[in-house]
């Protein structure tokens, strides 16, 4: 069995979008200057609706980080990890964490991998399909290039 396949809605639809071309946008706030997500209908910081989704570069730092060993359904590789990254030109994702590029020859999915990931760990965005709609954001370990 497969992975559930994230669902875009008309508010998360432009993130979808973005992440199928190997973009990172996120929901800005001009009112109260805010980046932000999840993508709600108004901003968490002030209510207001007219957010607009802005381009981030995608880089951080993880800020916290848990290892899930068991798989949340069917289709999930355990163990992996999952961090909340502060994104360096604002906003915090949660999102896996994948050290398994971090250039040890490693597969993606062994335990130490999971467990390498470490809170200040600098970060950037990278795209895998999960299928002809869907690209899912990752997190893998930046060597700053
Ligand atoms: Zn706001």
Redesign the pocket.
């Known amino acids: 069995m497969s992975r559930p396949v994230p669902v875009p809605t008309p508010l998360s639809e432009p993130f979808w979008d973005a992440a199928r071309r190997g973009d990172l946008v996120i929901p800005y706030?001009p009112?109260?200057d805010?980046r932000f997500f999840v993508p709600e209908p108004a901003?968490p910081?002030?209510m207001?609706p007219d957010?607009r989704y802005v381009p981030s570069t995608g880089r951080g730092t993880v800020y916290s980080v848990t290892v899930v060993h068991r798989a949340p359904g069917p289709g999930f590789d355990t163990p992996f990890a999952l961090a909340v990254i502060d994104l360096d030109d604002g906003g915090t994702l949660l999102s896996h964490v994948d050290a398994g590029d971090a250039g040890d020859g490693g597969d993606a999915g062994d335990a130490g991998d999971a467990a390498d990931v470490a809170i200040g760990l600098r970060v950037r965005v990278d795209f895998r399909p999960l299928t002809d709609e869907i690209t899912l954001p990752y997190f893998v370990p930046d060597a700053g290039d």
Do not use: R
């Open positions: 706030c009112a109260c805010l901003c910081g002030c207001a957010w």
